[in-house]
């Protein structure tokens, strides 16, 4: 396996990709390196901690001074010869998201950037939400007109069944029809109603090699998702961590979750056998670099990006 950067011409930007035989992964942020206010997300942080967040945690990625964390929307997008899959769909363009400023109608390049490495919406196979909230079900749909469309509308939407029917339940069950800031109404409920969700049990095996893996906490129905290329295992992260800085401090949770105690312990058991096993992890809210694997250094991990090989050289010229 090794990871690779890509340049995109014409929309300027540097993709990783993973390269491991035919099988090839691609991070595509829909939001990247985002200063986000440390306690917005993390609220127990002191001064202090985010100081000593800031010395154990890769560049860039902690800024004590501004009381601010890093954070990328990473979108996963895997060729095989076999499917195309897209893990998450990050926050998506056009949607009304007033609560959050940064996620309010936008309008990015996340498609042209999908054409630009050859897939087009139809060639996507299979789509997995790895858990409904706002930030990973954007890309299900775009506008057309006064509706919400699948984007990809040849793929299998792939959910876990108990986040389905826990976030169904909660939409039935609410006043003001804004579930998770609109995103069920907007990107989930379009896709029950048009080509449905495949809601599967949360350790599916959803293509050869493809399988969820339970990890709930964050959301009650969270998966993560493994994928054994035959080089190696990869693990989409998804919301069991968010954050480089959490690798250091197990007790550092999210706000946004459900479940903290549990949110922890699927964390710990997770990152423990990732180590463990040397698995490649391709985390949902890191900066770039994203591909890495975890060395355990006493009761905390330290996340290693994999070395990111130089662009093709010209072959050296040997005729002098
Ligand atoms: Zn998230």
Redesign the pocket.
Known sequence: MKAIRRHIEGIGIELEQLLAGPVVVTCIPDMANVAWPARAIFAGLSRADLEAAFRRSPAGTVDPEGETVALS?NCYVIETPDYVALIDGGIGDGKERPHRPAWHRRETKFLDTLAAIGISPERVDIVINTHL?A??VGWNTRREGETWRPTFPNARYVVAETELAHWTNVHEASVDGNTLHGAFADSVLPIIRSVGFDAVASDAEIAPGLRLKPAPGHSPGMVVVALDTGEGEVLFL??AV?HPLQLGDDAIVCNFCEDPILARSTRIGLLGAAAARGTVLAP??FPAPVFGRLTAEAASFRFVPLQIDAPGQPAPNNAR
């Open positions: 929307f909230h930030d990973h998804a919301d968010h949902y809210h």
